[in-house]
T-cell receptor, first 112, second 113 residues
Framework: DTGVSQDPRHKITKRGQNVTFRCDPI?????LYWYRQTLGQGPEFLTY????????KSRLLSDRFSAERPKGSFSTLEIQRTEQGDSAMYLC??????????FGPGTRLTVT | QQQVKQSPQSLIVQKGGISIINCAYE??????FPWYQQFPGKGPALLIA?????SEKKEGRFTISFNKSAKQFSLHIMDSQPGDSATYFC????????????FGKGTRLHILP
C-alpha cells in the first residue's frame, strides 16, 4: 500500500483555463474527501464520496467545480474557467469506515 | 463562524522543552478530535487522535489532554526536537456521519537546536 497519491503535484495555468486533478486513494478505502488549503490556513472541506456516490458538497464548491468518482476508486476534481482566487493546494484524503483520514501530498494550483 | 479555534499561531521552543498547542471547539456534536502534522510541501499526516470518552491519550512524546465540559483540548509535545518543527493542526469531526474534518488555522512550531 503506497498511500494516497495525487497527480499532478503542481499545476500552473492561465486564468480562464480548465484544470483537472486526480486522486488515487488507499486501496479498499471506500470514503474519499477533497479539501482546499490556502497559504497559512488549515484545509477546508470541499466534497466527500462514499464509494461512487457524492454525498456532500461544501458551499465553497462553486458551479465551476465538479468532482467525480466513477467506479468508487480514483477521483477527479475539475475546475472550469479558473480564477486567481482558485490558487491553492488541493488535498485528497481517504478513509475506511473509521474517522482516520489519510491525506495525499496535494496538488498545488497556481492561476496566473 | 470558526468552529475550531487554535492558538498560538506560532510557537518557538528550545530543544528538549515542552511544546503546548491549545484548541477550543463550539459544536458539541463533534466526537473525534485528531491532530495533524504538516511539513512544507506535504499533505497533513495524522499524528494522534482522541475521542471524548477519555481525558488524556499519550503516544510516545505526544499527549492530548481533553476537557469536554470546557470544550477544549490541547497537544503537548514532550522533549521537543528540531525534527518536530512543522505546522500542527487541531481538528474535529463527527464520527458515523460524514466525518468531514474541520481544521483549526494551524500553529507553526519551531524548535531551536
Amino acid at each position: 500500500d503506497t498511500g494516497v497519491s495525487q497527480d499532478p503535484r503542481h499545476k500552473i495555468t492561465k486564468r480562464g483555463q480548465n484544470v483537472t486533478f486526480r486522486c488515487d486513494p488507499i486501496s479498499e478505502h471506500n470514503r474519499l474527501y477533497w479539501y482546499r488549503q490556502t497559504l497559512g490556513q488549515g484545509p477546508e472541506f470541499l466534497t466527500y464520496f462514499q464509494n461512487e456516490a457524492q454525498l456532500e458538497k461544501s458551499r465553497l464548491l462553486s458551479d465551476r467545480f465538479s468532482a467525480e468518482r466513477p467506479k468508487g476508486s480514483f477521483s477527479t476534481l475539475e475546475i472550469q474557467r479558473t480564477e486567481q482566487g482558485d490558487s491553492a493546494m488541493y488535498l485528497c484524503a481517504s478513509s475506511s469506515d473509521s474517522s482516520e483520514q489519510y491525506f495525499g501530498p496535494g496538488t498545488r494550483l497556481t492561476v496566473t | 463562524q470558526q468552529q475550531v479555534k487554535q492558538s498560538p499561531q506560532s510557537l518557538i521552543v528550545q530543544k528538549g522543552g515542552i511544546s503546548i498547542i491549545n484548541c477550543a471547539y463550539e459544536n458539541t456534536a463533534f466526537d473525534y478530535f485528531p491532530w495533524y502534522q504538516q511539513f512544507p510541501g506535504k499533505g497533513p499526516a495524522l499524528l494522534i487522535a482522541i475521542r471524548p470518552d477519555v481525558s488524556e491519550k499519550k503516544e510516545g512524546r505526544f499527549t492530548i489532554s481533553f476537557n469536554k465540559s470546557a470544550k477544549q483540548f490541547s497537544l503537548h509535545i514532550m522533549d521537543s526536537q528540531p525534527g518536530d518543527s512543522a505546522t500542527y493542526f487541531c481538528a474535529a469531526s463527527t464520527e458515523n456521519r460524514d466525518d468531514k474534518i474541520i481544521f483549526g488555522k494551524g500553529t507553526r512550531l519551531h524548535i531551536l537546536p
